[in-house]
């Protein structure tokens, strides 16, 4: 079994557990004052395997399923039997350090929740996008767009709408997950940095 499925399994456990049991969700959940005050730092981690419901969580775990696989693949061929540990530790490094930010920003606020696995999942599918830059990734199942473009314009929108707080998702932890998720990749392997830009290079529209 891949990590990629493991993971996958943990999300899906300890999500309807959460759904079950509120309060259960609720000591997952990162919230800044409870880890920096009542230092329950677990909740850090926690809150990448715990989601708000179901379409949350079939949303976070489908992306997760088809990057994932393939940036496993990659880890593997690049370090061999100890792939899969930089696998986990990656995407487990993903939830934590996108976590940060918002962490600081809403330290006094202590209504302030966040859950998911999004940044997570942003480290790897940036990741992939690093490697495999003109690939096409389909928006909404049905757009083909080459990554470098669409991993621009996520980023872009990322950027913009965690500057307007005009909603309830955390898109700090999306950015600064495929940020990690880019800077992590070129410091395992800063040949491929250099691969990117030849790839975009060489790359044609038809």
């Given at each position: 079994?891949?990590?990629?499925?493991?993971?996958?399994?943990?999300?899906?456990?300890?999500?309807?557990?959460?759904?079950?049991?509120?309060?259960?969700?609720?000591?997952?959940?990162?919230?800044?004052?409870?880890i920096l005050q009542g230092r329950q730092w677990y909740r850090v981690l926690t809150?990448?395997?715990?989601?708000?419901?179901?379409?949350?969580?079939?949303?976070?775990?489908?992306t997760f399923?088809?990057?994932?696989?393939?940036?496993?693949?990659?880890f593997g061929a690049l370090k061999g039997d100890l792939g899969g540990i930089y696998f986990v530790a990656f995407y487990l490094l993903g939830i934590v350090?996108?976590?940060?930010?918002?962490?600081i920003k809403h330290k006094d606020h202590p209504h302030y929740n966040s859950l998911g696995a999004s940044g997570g999942v942003a480290?790897?599918?940036?990741?992939?996008?690093?490697?495999?830059?003109t690939e096409y990734i389909y928006l909404f199942a049905a757009i083909?767009?080459?990554g470098f473009i669409l991993g621009a314009l996520y980023l872009i929108y990322s950027y913009t709408k965690g500057k307007q707080l005009s909603d309830n998702v955390n898109h700090d932890a999306h950015l600064i997950g495929a940020v990690f998720g880019l800077v992590?990749?070129?410091?395992?392997?800063?040949?491929?940095?250099?691969?990117?830009i030849q790839q975009i290079a060489d790359w044609k529209v038809f």
């Open positions: 079994m891949s990590w990629t499925v493991v993971i996958i399994i943990a999300n899906v456990i300890v999500s309807y557990m959460g759904f079950q049991n509120p309060s259960l969700q609720y000591k997952l959940t990162m919230n800044p004052v409870a809150s990448g395997f715990i989601h708000s419901n179901w379409s949350h969580l079939a949303f976070n775990m489908f399923y088809f990057f994932g696989r393939l940036v496993e693949q990659i350090i996108s976590d940060l930010p918002s962490l480290a790897v599918v940036f990741c992939s996008i690093l490697f495999f830059p083909p767009i080459p992590f990749s070129v410091i395992m392997e800063p040949r491929v940095l250099g691969s990117f």
